[in-house]
């Protein structure tokens, strides 16, 4: 059986890096009262009618419509129209939409001191739309088909790890389909409506792992049969939400219709209002783009507008108020190697951070409505973000502060520049970005030269991701970036800064840091209490790492959502990919 790689390289990450890679144009987006991005805080559009159907479109299907599969982060909102979590992110807009509130689950869990133990009560009205129960054996087998390698899950090992013993980071442990016999005893069903998890370490956000996608329940009975038929389940995915997914194949068209064994009393997150749902795939983002603003669909999946309708639609006012541009959870940065001369000298890595050129580099990745500057490195969808933190401002205008920058070389013994290596993927976007640099470097006579890769896999597991080629080949920067495989401040930090989680191939903490009082925050994190406790561990982490000066965040992934008028109760879900809450959205006639 082979390993899943895509689990060790941070599959998000990777997903994201290579989709903005493509990016181009450019556009300059104002804030402005009135309706442009109203949908980021509140629910747009008022009143009640029911009924109705909603149409969907995209350029491209879901990468999976089994949850354990899932990894594109916009199918979160398809999977929440059909498919319940024992906790889920609340069905608001902004920061309330962060909070996890009991889905399939009865009540908050109980958990012991320490947070090893979690015990959880399934509602006694929650049904698959086939009439059966949903029980804690099929929450238990939905987690045992996690380890399994065929499946490709793109749950980080060290989350698998918490329930089950590991060998070299891997769990030993594999899953249903390998070891039909074998149980895994972490997770214990005493009866068919209580849970208890037992983790190997202490771990306060797992409720909030509990909410992600891949930790949604199936059906043990459907997936059995299915595989002995030799179907997937993602071919015909089990209901126990408000809508029933039939799926077309051989057209890729897709159905939803009301689950009538769903009852609103057992859900408070999902308040569906239309009757039912279609989904059509266009041949690309340009045809979608056309049919969402002709009238032919009413929400458009997967990343936004494409370039052609979004600069069409922000150029036009009457447009505008129907738009909205959230920052997304990836962070586009440079990594500035702190063990090579002369940038294992901080204030020679503090001139680069003074130096770059923000706009110019947003400019490159498509303006403003696809990049907001980034000032600090965590990203705005997690819990404890500072939107006012900005240890390094890079001048009022975001051009660079060239007086600081000389003054930090001066400090450095380098009055006049010095020579360095940026490491780059020539795909899309990627020379652009090394030009960018290179020229704001030029400026305080920093020489920027490239080292460039032919793709992404090589770049994450023996180029950037290889500490022995980063010191071999002298690279002192690279560009790349990050996102949480969840909304959590653990997600993002832990493979970013973890000095005890340093590989030699295929490495997440790119600038090789390991430093004590780092890592002691992060096992405080791990185990803190509250949310509250986990916010300002948050906050000191990011100050810390801000003050090595290893990772300069330049931009916030941004894209911009279309909302027809005759939507109503639509907000944009902040935790589940920034995409429109799919199923709490209602629809009336609009005249002509």
């Known amino acids: 059986m082979t390993s899943n790689p895509w689990k060790k390289v941070g599959i998000f990450a990777v997903v994201a890096i290579a989709s903005v890679a493509l990016l181009g144009?450019?556009?300059v987006v104002v804030n402005s009262p009135g309706g442009f991005n109203a949908g980021l805080t509140r629910t747009v559009g008022s009143g009640d009618t029911p009924g109705g159907l909603l149409r969907l479109g995209s350029s491209a299907p879901c990468d999976s419509l089994d949850p354990a599969q899932t990894f594109d982060p916009w199918c979160a909102v398809v999977h929440r129209t059909f498919s319940r979590n024992l906790m889920s992110f609340a069905g608001k807009p902004g920061e309330e939409g962060l909070v996890v509130i009991p889905d399939l689950a009865a009540d908050l869990p109980v958990s012991n001191e320490d947070k090893t133990s979690w015990t959880f009560k399934l509602r006694p009205d929650v049904f698959w739309s086939?009439?059966?129960?949903?029980?804690?054996?099929?929450?238990?087998?939905?987690?045992?088909?996690?380890?399994?390698?065929?499946?490709?899950?793109?749950?980080?090992?060290?989350?698998?790890?918490?329930?089950?013993?590991?060998?070299?980071?891997?769990?030993?442990?594999?899953?249903?389909?390998v070891s039909p016999t074998e149980d895994l005893p972490s997770i214990v069903t005493p009866d068919e409506s209580t849970i208890v998890f037992n983790l190997n370490r202490s771990f306060y956000e797992f409720p909030r792992l509990l909410a992600t996608p891949q930790f949604s329940p199936i059906q043990m009975s459907k997936d059995i049969t299915l595989r002995a038929s030799g179907a997937t389940y993602a071919s015909s995915p089990s209901s126990n939400g408000p809508f029933v997914l039939t799926i077309d194949q051989a057209d890729l068209q897709y159905s939803f219709t009301k689950n009538e064994l769903w009852s609103q009393a057992s859900d408070g997150i999902r308040i569906p209002k239309v009757d039912a749902m279609s989904w059509k795939i266009f041949p690309d983002a340009d045809s979608t783009d056309q049919a969402l603003l002709n009238g032919e669909i009413d929400v458009k999946l997967n990343y936004g507008l494409a370039p052609i309708a979004r600069d069409a639609t922000l150029a036009q006012e009457s447009q505008r108020s129907l738009i909205d541009n959230p920052e997304m959870s990836f962070v586009n940065f440079l990594v500035v190697n702190p063990n090579l001369p002369p940038l294992d000298r901080v204030p020679c890595r503090d001139a680069i951070f003074y130096a770059l050129d923000k706009v110019d580099l947003?400019?490159?990745?498509?303006?403003?409505?696809?990049?907001?500057?980034?000032?600090?490195?965590?990203?705005?969808?997690?819990?404890?973000?500072?939107?006012?933190?900005n240890p390094y401002p890079s001048g009022s205008d975001e051009t660079g502060n060239i007086r600081k920058a000389r003054e930090s070389l001066a400090q450095c013994g380098y009055p006049d520049g010095f020579q360095v290596k940026m490491a780059y993927v020539a795909i899309g976007i990627g020379k652009d970005i090394f030009l960018s640099v290179q020229k704001s470097l030029a400026r305080v006579g920093i020489v920027v030269d490239p080292v460039e890769f032919a793709n992404f896999a090589q770049y994450f597991t023996t180029g950037l991701g290889s500490p022995e080629?980063?010191?071999?080949?002298?690279?002192?920067?690279?560009?790349?970036?990050?996102?949480?495989?969840?909304?959590?401040?653990?997600?993002?930090?832990?493979?970013?800064?973890?000095?005890?989680?340093?590989?030699?191939?295929?490495?997440?903490?790119?600038?090789?840091?390991?430093?004590?009082?780092?890592?002691?925050?992060?096992?405080?994190?791990?185990?803190?209490q509250t949310s509250a406790e986990a916010a300002g561990l948050n906050r000191k982490i990011e100050e810390l790492v801000m003050q090595e000066a290893v990772y300069l965040p330049y931009a916030v992934d941004r894209i911009v959502l279309y909302r027809p008028k005759a939507l109503t109760n639509i907000y944009v879900q902040i935790a589940l990919g920034n995409q429109y809450d799919l199923v709490n959205i209602g629809k009336q006639e609009i005249p002509q």
């Open 25 to 27: 144009g450019s556009i």
């Open 130 to 177: 086939d009439g059966s129960p949903v029980t804690a054996t099929d929450v238990k087998y939905s987690i045992q088909r996690l380890f399994d390698d065929s499946l490709q899950s793109p749950i980080a090992l060290d989350n698998l790890c918490l329930l089950s013993t590991c060998s070299a980071g891997k769990p030993d442990y594999q899953g249903p389909y």
């Open 362 to 389: 947003q400019n490159v990745r498509g303006g403003s409505a696809t990049a907001a500057i980034a000032h600090s490195l965590s990203p705005p969808t997690i819990l404890g973000y500072d939107s006012s933190y």
């Open 469 to 528: 080629t980063m010191s071999a080949q002298g690279i002192g920067l690279a560009s790349t970036g990050w996102g949480p495989d969840y909304s959590s401040a653990l997600s993002f930090w832990a493979p970013l800064i973890d000095g005890r989680k340093i590989k030699p191939s295929s490495n997440q903490n790119f600038a090789e840091l390991d430093l004590d009082e780092i890592n002691a925050l992060l096992d405080s994190l791990e185990a803190a």
